[in-house]
């Protein structure tokens, strides 16, 4: 298991209305490069807390909350200036995601993803991406936050798969992340590339103005080069079922526990594939692998 203690950056609320201008093309949906494993096929996981996007503004706010709480840990500067959602979090093309326990419905972790569809990512606001990324399908994971500890690791190990597997399937060609040197390391380890690899720190108008690393991730390629490498991360996102990873469709029963609400109406505009951001099958053990996952 991938240690994510000090990850940092995440999503935003979809909304089922949309502007119809100004849309940048999306690649063929990657559900049909990458199709699904057949879930019945598939050994199940469950976790304790259930992942899903933020619907209404009760829930934006318990993410906010917990957002703030996590970068008071690490950058308490900048968490005082995160106590209300941000207009990032309800902008078209941009998600938050919330994880909470199943037990009692308590707020464990939550992270924004912002695609291009609409509008260029935040980080190009201090970046201007190169021409090999410029017309691709993108999207950046921002302000992600959990809770200290062990079960805080965990949580934002599954929110990093609930990323790379929205990537998948809704068309994204590159995951793009901003990381603090010497967090971008373990970035690099997943092998992410670094998008300016002769350029220092870029300060990052959307994270304080502190220098971070830009790196990408090819979506499509990703599953292939992690089982060449004998990943440890492999398994985990792509042999194994995650039944409460759910970015589901209207009314679907999300649920088990206290305190989690039902899916948004405008999730639908993700369409019928997100229904279970799981693949499927080898069992995953909770063991400390040497690497770690931070914002």
């Not at 990381?179 to 870029?202: C, K, N, T, W």
């Not at 390629?221 to 209207?250: I, V």
């Not at 989690?260 to 400390?288: K, M, N, T």
Request: negative net charge; proline residues 6%; contains cysteine.
């Amino acid at each position: 298991m991938f240690d994510l203690s000090q990850a940092s950056d995440v999503l935003s609320i979809t909304e089922t209305e949309r502007p119809a201008g100004n849309l940048r093309p999306v690649s063929s949906p990657a559900a049909v490069r990458s199709p699904v494993s057949d879930l019945s096929a598939m050994r199940e996981e469950r976790l304790p807390f259930i992942i899903t996007i933020a619907s209404d503004e009760a829930a934006l706010r318990d993410a906010v909350a917990m957002r703030q709480a996590a970068y008071g840990r690490h950058l308490p500067e900048l968490a005082a200036t995160l106590s209300e959602p941000e207009a990032s979090d309800r902008e078209p093309g941009a998600i938050v995601l919330v994880a909470r326990a199943r037990l009692d419905g308590a707020v464990l972790g939550t992270m924004r993803i912002q695609t291009n569809r609409y509008q260029p990512l935040h980080l190009e606001d201090s970046a201007p991406l190169p021409a090999w990324l410029d017309s691709a399908a993108l999207a950046e994971a921002t302000r992600l936050g959990v809770v200290a500890g062990p079960v805080g690791r965990v949580v934002k190990t599954a929110l990093f798969k609930a990323f790379y597997q929205y990537c998948v399937l809704s068309g994204i060609d590159w995951m793009v992340i901003t990381a603090r040197p010497p967090l971008h390391r373990q970035y690099e380890a997943l092998m992410f590339v670094d998008v300016f690899p002769s350029q220092g720190l870029i300060p990052m108008a959307h994270v304080g103005g502190i220098g971070h690393r830009v790196l990408a991730l090819d979506v499509a390629q990703a599953r292939t080069r992690w089982q060449a490498a004998g990943h440890p991360l492999f398994a985990y996102m792509c042999l194994t079922h995650h039944p409460d990873l759910r970015l589901g469709l209207p009314g679907e029963d999300v649920g088990d526990g206290a305190g989690v609400a039902e899916a948004s109406s405008g999730e639908a505009s993700i369409g019928a594939h997100l229904r279970d951001l799981s693949f499927g099958a080898d069992e995953v053990r909770c063991v400390a692998s040497g690497f770690s996952l931070a914002v």
